[in-house]
């Protein structure tokens, strides 16, 4: 009798949950399906009210939740956070109040008219490939669609995500999964661009963990099943460490220096430096990938299992890696380190450069960080345009660091100077040995894919040409050369596409910012 009576008592509980908490607990689970339905119950009192805003902002309906929102006030104590909460829909509203909404299938993208235009084909590409591939790999994808905003710049990201600009600033994070939206930026907010298709992978993979777990995963594990499972979209495996991270690894390694998991707790976004954002990355990546190739793709959902149930969330790998021993899981995953033989190189991380800030070095990751550096190159650069290539040579050598590569802005650059000598075979190997070290940069590969259009060797040159438009699609003329590559492999559809977009670079102007 008394087990009947508890189950009445917690039914009863159930029962007296008004709508607007039923909307709130949903919204908390990130289970969109179960808000909306119970947001058909709401009323019109404060408490209503405030609840239906909360799911307006969700939706991406800023004004409307703006609106209401502020009609509750009376629902709200000094201690409830309610002008914090209303600036920050004032704010999204702000950010968002030139753009325009577009859905196929179950995805809504909103983004600003002009230059932005080009990314919407892949952008809803990759979300649904994501959701293809990705989803039933960590057990499932949130039920009701998904809603992606485009930020056509890191400002306009800043003012609608609540990080804070200088946090941004410092790490460079300017995409975001939270209130059940990926809020991501424009490559053009980066001056360098970035992987902007795997970013909205990687915050996509942020709203499933979030969902699958009741938003009980730490930081550290969101982001460790994000950055390992990222590329799973366009691949069928992981892939290895950028450059970069390898060294910073194959350094922390070296030098015990690797970062306590607390240390990233409550978001990348407030680590110290790019170096150690990059770092932070790299051991939680390489941590999931571990756990994948010790025991499966679905060891990562079982984690998410136990994560879900209420369990710690080191504790949960370790069930599921090490049967149940901790210390054992990461003796392990650094063994597993150690045979991956990370070599540690003189590579620089870029700096953060937003919405055009500094001067034309100012996203290099060496010159950008030396003036005695910049200074050479200018002068070379000078030297170079008077048609005086051999001597701008001498001062390009001046601006690279001894015993270290060359950055991609003097690559370039010595490159050209290089080819205007007629010294084809040094500025191919110049351009590949940095498109090597410095992948995300599309300075390097858009001259290097030309070296080898202009030898013939079009698959290699395709390959270039993909990769600098994947993370600088706003350039016209390598648009172009995609688009006749696309036409030579028998692509028609993508070299239309592709030519479209060169047509539209072309012709708008920027938008003000």
């Known amino acids: 009798m008394s087990g009947v009576l508890l189950l009445v008592g917690a039914l009863a509980g159930v029962a007296m949950a008004t709508p607007a908490e039923e909307v709130r607990r949903c919204l908390d689970v990130y289970d969109m399906e179960c808000a909306e339905a119970a947001a058909g119950s709401l009323g019109k009192d404060d408490a209503s009210r405030a609840a239906r805003a909360e799911l307006q902002f969700a939706l991406g309906e800023f004004a409307d939740a703006h609106e209401n929102l502020k009609a509750a006030a009376g629902s709200f104590s000094s201690t409830e956070g309610y002008a914090d909460r209303l600036a920050l829909f004032d704010r999204s509203q702000q950010a968002t109040a030139d753009f325009v909404a577009e859905t196929r299938g179950d995805v809504t993208l909103r983004y600003r008219p002009g230059f ?55 790490t460079g994070v300017i995409a975001l999964s939270k209130w059940t939206r990926l809020l991501v930026s424009s490559p053009r907010a980066l001056g360098r661009g970035y992987g902007w298709k795997d970013t909205i992978a990687h915050e996509y993979i942020h709203y499933i963990v979030a969902w699958r777990t009741e938003d009980r995963a730490p930081v550290w594990l969101q982001e460790g ?240 040409y993909r990769g600098a438009v994947d993370v600088d699609p706003f350039d016209p003329a390598a648009q172009g050369a995609l688009a006749d590559l696309y036409a030579l492999r028998g692509e028609a559809p993508l070299a239309d596409r592709h030519r479209r977009y060169a047509r539209l670079l072309q012709s708008q102007e920027p938008a003000p910012r």
């Open 225 to 464: 099943i994000a950055r390992s499972h990222e590329v799973l979209w366009r691949v069928s495996q992981p892939e290895p460490l950028a450059p970069t991270q390898a060294s910073l690894l194959a350094d922390a390694l070296a030098n015990d220096s690797l970062l306590p998991l607390a240390k990233m707790h409550p978001s990348m976004a407030f680590l110290s430096s790019p170096e150690e954002a990059s770092l932070a990355y790299a051991q939680v990546s390489t941590m999931i990938v571990y756990l994948r190739q010790v025991k499966g793709p679905g060891a990562v959902s079982q984690v998410l299992d136990l994560v879900r149930g209420g369990r710690d969330a080191l504790q949960a790998v370790a069930d599921v890696g090490a049967d149940g021993d901790q210390a054992a899981f990461l003796a392990g995953w650094r063994g597993y380190l150690k045979g991956l033989k990370l070599v540690s190189r003189k590579l620089a991380e870029a700096g953060v450069v937003l919405d055009g800030a500094g001067d034309d070095f100012a996203a290099d990751p060496v010159l950008g960080k030396r003036a005695d550096l910049a200074r050479s190159a200018r002068l070379g650069d000078v030297l170079l345009e008077a048609g005086r290539a051999d001597a701008a040579l001498v001062e390009y050598l001046k601006a690279s660091p001894p015993g270290e590569p060359p950055s991609p802005q003097l690559a370039s650059r010595t490159a050209t100077a290089l080819l205007a000598l007629g010294k084809k075979t040094e500025a191919r190997a110049l351009l590949v040995e940095s498109v090597r070290d410095y992948p995300e940069f599309a300075v390097t590969r858009t001259l290097l894919g030309k070296l080898l259009l202009d030898a013939g060797d079009t698959a290699a040159a395709f390959t270039q």
């Open 116 to 170: 932005d235009a080009v990314l919407t084909d892949e952008a809803f590409e990759t979300l649904q490939a994501a959701h293809d591939r990705i989803g039933p790999v960590l057990g499932g994808a949130p039920p009701g669609g998904v809603r992606m905003e485009l930020y056509p710049t890191a400002q306009r990201f800043i003012d609608a995500s609540s990080l804070p600009g200088a946090a941004v600033r410092t």
